[in-house]
């Protein structure tokens, strides 16, 4: 089983549209979550940090279920410049020999 | 200065050179990162400096050989590289080791 598990996708969404994203983690130590957002052939870019109780940023809500072992990422009317590959990132603790562990990224396309 | 920049921004080499990739932050983050990425696929870790320390060597082959002269200043010198090698190489800093990691703009380094 793969540390972290994502849809690939691609999510193919009209303008406007809300979609939501889950990811999926295997070590119930990690500490640290986040949300990356990569343009093609551009460098992964810090969306979000994902917190117990939720956290919020415009248009995106992030919400990480400790239980489940699960994260989402929540992109309320969706805008063409949305479009990109959006990886989630778990940290383990501070004693974890990784930094980052990637999710192979779910690929959104924004349709006009 | 909020920046990682990396040097240089592409680069096509023979399987007999030696170069050098360069990475620069003056942010006073005091990890820093190699990453390398595949066409779609995420980025994967190859090195951990702390405190100017290597502290992760995930089992990167000797043909890539890190340095941290100083805090800000991180290379990864390549000799003898395989076509296989081609890649994005990323890297990233962080204010610690569990801190929020910041991406440089990448070298898309070419093998031939």
């Known amino acids: 089983r793969k540390e972290v598990e994502q849809d690939p996708g691609p999510f193919n969404v009209p303008e406007g549209a809300t979609v939501a994203f889950n990811c999926t983690y295997s070590?119930?130590?990690?500490?640290?979550f986040f949300w990356y957002r990569q343009d093609c052939r551009k460098e992964p870019k810090l969306l979000m940090s994902v917190y117990s109780s939720g956290n919020e940023d415009g248009r995106f809500t992030a919400q990480l279920n400790r239980a489940s072992q699960y994260i989402s990422l929540l992109i309320r009317d969706s805008k063409l410049s949305d479009s990109a590959t959006y990886l989630c990132?778990?940290?383990?603790?501070?004693?974890?020999?990784?930094?980052?562990?990637f999710g192979s990224g779910t690929r959104l396309q924004v349709q006009p | 200065d909020t920046e990682v920049t990396q040097t240089p921004k592409h680069l096509v080499m023979g399987m007999t050179n030696k170069k050098s990739l360069k990475c620069e932050q003056h942010m006073g983050h005091r990890a820093m990162y190699w990453y390398k990425q595949k066409a779609k696929k995420p980025p994967e870790l190859m090195f951990v400096?702390?405190?100017?320390?290597?502290?992760i060597n995930e089992s990167v082959p000797s043909r890539f050989s890190p340095e941290c002269p100083n805090s800000s200043l991180l290379n990864l010198h390549l000799h003898a590289l395989q076509p296989e090698d081609s890649a994005l190489y990323l890297c990233a800093s962080s204010q610690d080791r569990v801190g929020t990691k910041l991406f440089g703009s990448g070298t898309r380094l070419t093998v031939v």
């Open positions: 990132v778990v940290a383990p603790t501070f004693m974890g020999r990784r930094a980052l562990t």
């Open positions: 400096y702390s405190y100017e320390k290597l502290s």
């Open positions: 070590n119930s130590a990690s500490q640290s």
